[in-house]
């Protein structure tokens, strides 16, 4: 079962919200809150898997909420809720570690697969932000648009095949469900790919880690080193 808070300033939003995942198995809705301060002391409180928060609310935004929410004890997965694709909050708030967006107008099957994907650790990145993304300056403009800084290509450079199929496969916003099922190992192996890609990255989450995928063009190389990964184990 997966536990969601919803927050949302407007009514309307949550009225549809909790009927529609309310309605759909698997999924409990727990809370919902107005703003983003509120958010934060119900997910203390509840403990939620994810939170559907929305960018823009009062006296805390969705920014603001995902960088607080990240640093609980159990923090929940982010998905951020959004008028527009467009809006440069998207793109800061899957910078503060939001494991995905979507849009107020996304139809039901999109929300119920998005938060199923984000909830199994998978990010739901579209393309028109992934673009985004990599032209966005990092180091708070201290480098020009798309660029990786140099200490960071190098350790790019150094990962291994098998940590390196791994940051690519996290650039397509897979769960581990299913990169254990393309590589040929168990989940609990490539949680440790995970982390130790992430250690070596210097990188704090997935999401960071799928922007950088991107940022590095991974996802335009080919699948032949994906065998390295595969053990004794392989199904026949």
């Not at 002391?41 to 990240?70: F, K, N, S, Y």
């Amino acid at each position: 079962m997966i536990r969601v808070l919803v927050a949302d300033d407007e009514p309307l939003v949550r009225f549809g919200l909790r009927a529609l995942l309310s309605a759909t198995d698997g999924i409990e809705l727990v809370g919902e809150a107005g703003d983003g301060l509120e958010a934060l002391g119900l997910a203390g409180e509840l403990v939620p898997d994810l939170v559907l928060t929305d960018l823009r609310m009062p006296r805390l935004d969705g920014i603001g909420a995902t960088r607080r929410l990240l640093q609980l004890p159990n923090p929940p997965a982010v998905l951020i809720l959004t008028t527009f694709d467009t809006n440069d909050g998207v793109i800061e708030a899957l910078q503060t570690g939001a494991s995905g967006y979507l849009l107020k107008d996304a139809p039901p099957e999109q929300v119920i697969g998005a938060i199923r994907t984000v909830a199994a650790g998978g990010t739901v990145l579209a393309p028109t932000s992934a673009i985004r993304l990599v032209n966005a300056p990092r180091g708070g403009g201290a480098h020009s648009a798309g660029q990786i800084p140099a200490e960071q290509r190098h350790r790019l450079d150094g990962l291994s095949e098998n940590l390196r199929v791994v940051l690519r496969h996290l650039g397509e916003g897979l769960p581990n469900a299913e990169i254990a099922r393309r590589l040929y190992v168990s989940e609990g192996t490539v949680k440790t790919y995970v982390s130790r890609l992430l250690a070596s990255l210097r990188l704090n989450n997935r999401t960071q880690a799928a922007v950088l995928a991107h940022q590095a063009g991974l996802l335009n190389e080919q699948d032949d080193t994906a065998p390295a990964c595969r053990t004794s184990n392989r199904p026949r």
